[in-house]
């Protein structure tokens, strides 16, 4: 198999893995014709760094033979897809020749399990080790690590990458148990703090002036498969609540469960709609900017989101008695409760009220989704009245329904969480 073919089996392997949006778009080609550009299966994809830029990033597979058996993944040693091996130097080969040709600015590197966790992980080490040692490369890496590796070669992992990864999988131990029992929620975690405390001690250093380039300065993050099991959202939310807090993770992606070839019975037959990862989505930015707790979002009561509607809107509406919020008056963590206000448009509300009060004409300037905030909002010149109460409410500012389809854009919310 020439390089070329393993690229394209080993991209398109990765593309399971949420942490950075995959290529899945058409395939296009300007060649033979007099257009320019092209679209390939050279897996590349975007990726945001913790200052907002967008990076785009080679994203592949070391290889997508694994000795495991998780039955939710495409790539399990009973799974009889197409295989593909890169060795270390073929990886750095491409990353490098990538970024010489301005494709990319770094490399995501993910790999199935090969003969043991050590092992696989010192190959993933090695290509990073290689970019960086010998060849100085300075663009960003990303790299997933095996939580069974040995925790030498986890710290070596993080002395090269800007960003490590670990994925919890699934919400619960349970899950875990039911759908890959080769793998161990408490190992899955043992790493993921051990990771934090390195990323602790190394910001510290660098505080006090040690300099060096840090322990994954750009922080870890996890992926949890959605809809693969019955859990419902408030698991999920809660799951990540603890994951926030116990290991600072900088981000918890949702990945909605897709259904595979020859599947286990203990899977489901159908994937989730995906319009439940985009609520899971900013359900997650409003525990993480907006002051909301996962049992304000979710409850056992009602466990689930609203698919209808986003879901600091639903709360909203389930909390009238907090409404009407003054927007002249109002403290930060109130406006933020308002639907409709971001963070950016709630910051820029309290700047400009210092200066003289604001009315619906300001919100207007500051692209405020009026139909939505009205009812929940007093400005200088607008009061909801008896709006508030209406029995119409819900019904009015629920959207119409669409049909989604796997390759519309997903809501602006998701992407850059103003809610
Ligand atoms: S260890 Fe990773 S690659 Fe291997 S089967 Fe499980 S999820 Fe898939």
Redesign the pocket.
Known sequence: MDLQQKLAVLADAAKYDASCASNSGVQRTSRNSNGVGSVTGAGICHSFTPDGRCVSLLKILLT?Y?????L??????SSDVQRARFTPDEVVQLTLDFYWRNYIEGLFLS???IRNPDYTMEQVVAVARKLRVEHEFRGYIHLKT?PEASQALIDEAGRYADRISI?I?LPTRADLAQL?P??NAERIQQAMGAIRERIDASAEERKDGAGGTGFAAAGQTTQMIVGATDAPDHTILQQATTLYSNYKLRRVYYSAFSPIPSASSKLPLLAPPLVREHRLYQADWLMRFYGFQAHEITSQAAPNLDLRIDPKLAWALRNRHAFPVDVNKAPRALLLRVPGLGVRNVDRIIQARRWSSVRLADLIRLRVPIKKALPFIEAADHHPGRELDSDRLAARLKPPPEQMDLFSAPEASVLDGQL
């Not at 694994?66 to 998780?70: L, P, Q, T």
């Not at 939710?72 to 040693?77: E, H």
């Open positions: 997508n694994c000795i495991y058996d998780c939710y993944c495409v790539n399990r040693v790999s199935g399990v095996i994925n999988e890959a080769e793998k």
